[in-house]
């Protein structure tokens, strides 16, 4: 028995010792101190020892064991490192290599010219408002003293979704909407996309964007209408910047007039930007008119203001000098990456 024990303990230690991976390691735990294994064989055979020799048999097969084990986890100790340090050594970072640079975008350039506006008017108190693109044909014409006849709503330009739904063809009933829930004083501007039954060329989109401004307050005068919008160009286009007042006509405002502003290309001198004027046309405005006033429950007498409206692709398309509107929405990267 004790030569038997004494051949086991060898063979086991020896393979052990020359076991390269933990899978081998335990497949030889597996054959030697397993359920079937070579160690509980002999343990079986305590059947047949003498009574007297038990203890001592016992004792031996015990020893055995326990030499058995002690190898068995300091071999694995040894593996289990050495598998750590293949690892370490395959997952090295070399700090020294060049880094992967990330595609970074930016902002569209219809986006820096609305933040640019919004940052101006914003820094004078206005607040940014929104409202639905899907519009009631009311907010879009008639509160804005558009009436049924009016060529305004031919379909020519305007897409109808049905007789009293329109897709909204200015962001002005975004200013109906804020006169109706009468919270007074109001400075807000409102920037969104509209949509026109246009065919697109370089200057057309069937979808596109404005900001529209409104003032509305005691004692509100065309002098702070003029000087809200020359303030806000000198600080959009340089400080040598001028504006001159056109008189025009729109029916939610009046008096009404279209704003130019001195060509920030050639200071005014005329060049081919401005066609040799020296001046480029920027935006209508006016003071709103009484009847608008007064359907959104306004009292026109006690309350006056004005409105201003602009096209953000215009101002975009004249910032960056883009000769063509399309290319605002093209989407090639070579385009935009310009800007
Ligand atoms: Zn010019």
Same mark, same amino acid.
């Given at each position: 028995? +004790?030569?038997?024990?004494?051949?086991?303990?060898?063979?086991?230690?020896?393979?052990?010792?020359?076991?390269?991976?933990?899978?081998?390691?335990?497949?030889? &735990?597996?054959?030697?101190?397993?359920?079937?294994?070579?160690?509980?064989? @002999?343990?079986?055979?305590?059947?047949? @020892? $003498?009574?007297?020799?038990?203890? +001592? %048999?016992g004792a031996l097969v015990n020893d055995t064991r326990n030499a058995l084990e002690s190898k068995l986890e300091s071999v694995r100790a040894k593996l289990t490192l050495k598998v750590r340090e293949a690892k370490m050594k395959a997952e090295v970072i070399d700090v020294t290599l060049p880094a992967k640079k990330?595609?970074?975008?930016?902002?569209?350039?219809?986006?820096?010219?609305?933040?640019?506006?919004?940052? #101006? =008017?914003?820094?004078?108190?206005?607040?940014?408002?929104?409202?639905?693109?899907?519009?009631?044909?009311?907010?879009? =014409?008639?509160?804005?003293?558009?009436?049924?006849?009016?060529?305004?709503?031919?379909?020519?330009?305007?897409?109808? %979704?049905?007789?009293? #739904?329109?897709? &909204?063809?200015?962001?002005?009933?975004?200013?109906?909407?804020?006169?109706?829930?009468?919270?007074?004083? #109001?400075? !807000? /501007?409102?920037? *969104?996309?509209?949509? &026109?039954?246009?065919?697109?060329?370089?200057?057309?989109?069937?979808?596109?964007?404005?900001?529209?401004?409104? !003032?509305?307050?005691?004692? @509100?005068?065309?002098?702070?209408?003029?000087?809200?919008?020359?303030?806000?160009?000198?600080?959009?286009?340089?400080?040598?910047? +001028?504006? +001159?007042?056109?008189?025009?006509? =729109?029916?939610?405002?009046?008096? $009404?007039?279209? %704003?130019?502003?001195?060509?920030?290309?050639?200071?005014?001198? *005329?060049?081919?930007?401005?066609?040799?004027?020296?001046? /480029?046309?920027?935006?209508?405005?006016?003071?709103?008119?009484?009847?608008?006033?007064?359907?959104? *429950?306004?009292?026109?007498?006690?309350?006056?203001? =004005?409105?201003?409206?602009?096209?953000?692709?215009?101002?975009?398309?004249?910032?960056?000098?883009?000769?063509?509107?399309?290319?605002?929405?093209?989407?090639? /990267?070579?385009?935009?990456?310009?800007?």
């Amino acid at each position: 028995m +004790k030569e038997k024990l004494d051949a086991i303990r060898k063979e086991a230690i020896q393979k052990m010792e020359q076991a390269d991976t933990l899978d081998k390691l335990n497949e030889i &735990r597996v054959a030697y101190l397993g359920k079937k294994g070579e160690l509980t064989e @002999v343990l079986k055979g305590m059947k047949d @020892v $003498s009574k007297e020799d038990r203890p +001592k %048999v016992g004792a031996l097969v015990n020893d055995t064991r326990n030499a058995l084990e002690s190898k068995l986890e300091s071999v694995r100790a040894k593996l289990t490192l050495k598998v750590r340090e293949a690892k370490m050594k395959a997952e090295v970072i070399d700090v020294t290599l060049p880094a992967k640079k990330n595609n970074m975008g930016h902002s569209h350039p219809n986006t820096v010219a609305l933040e640019e506006i919004e940052r #101006i =008017f914003v820094g004078m108190g206005y607040e940014v408002v929104e409202g639905p693109e899907v519009e009631y044909d009311y907010y879009n =014409f008639e509160a804005l003293n558009i009436p049924a006849n009016h060529p305004a709503k031919d379909e020519q330009d305007t897409f109808y %979704v049905n007789d009293k #739904i329109v897709l &909204r063809t200015q962001t002005s009933p975004v200013q109906v909407r804020i006169m109706e829930q009468g919270k007074l004083p #109001i400075r !807000v /501007i409102a920037p *969104g996309r509209v949509f &026109r039954s246009d065919e697109v060329d370089a200057t057309h989109s069937p979808s596109f964007h404005q900001i529209e401004g409104l !003032v509305i307050d005691k004692g @509100v005068t065309f002098a702070d209408l003029k000087g809200t919008l020359a303030q806000w160009a000198v600080e959009m286009f340089g400080p040598e910047t +001028k504006v +001159k007042f056109r008189p025009h006509h =729109f029916p939610f405002t009046e008096p $009404s007039a279209e %704003v130019d502003v001195t060509c920030f290309k050639c200071g005014g001198k *005329g060049c081919r930007m401005c066609k040799g004027s020296g001046w /480029i046309e920027i935006l209508g405005c006016g003071m709103v008119h009484p009847k608008v006033l007064k359907m959104s *429950g306004i009292n026109p007498d006690e309350y006056s203001g =004005f409105a201003f409206g602009l096209g953000l692709e215009r101002i975009a398309l004249l910032k960056y000098e883009i000769d063509d509107m399309r290319l605002l929405y093209d989407n090639d /990267i070579r385009f935009l990456k310009q800007f």
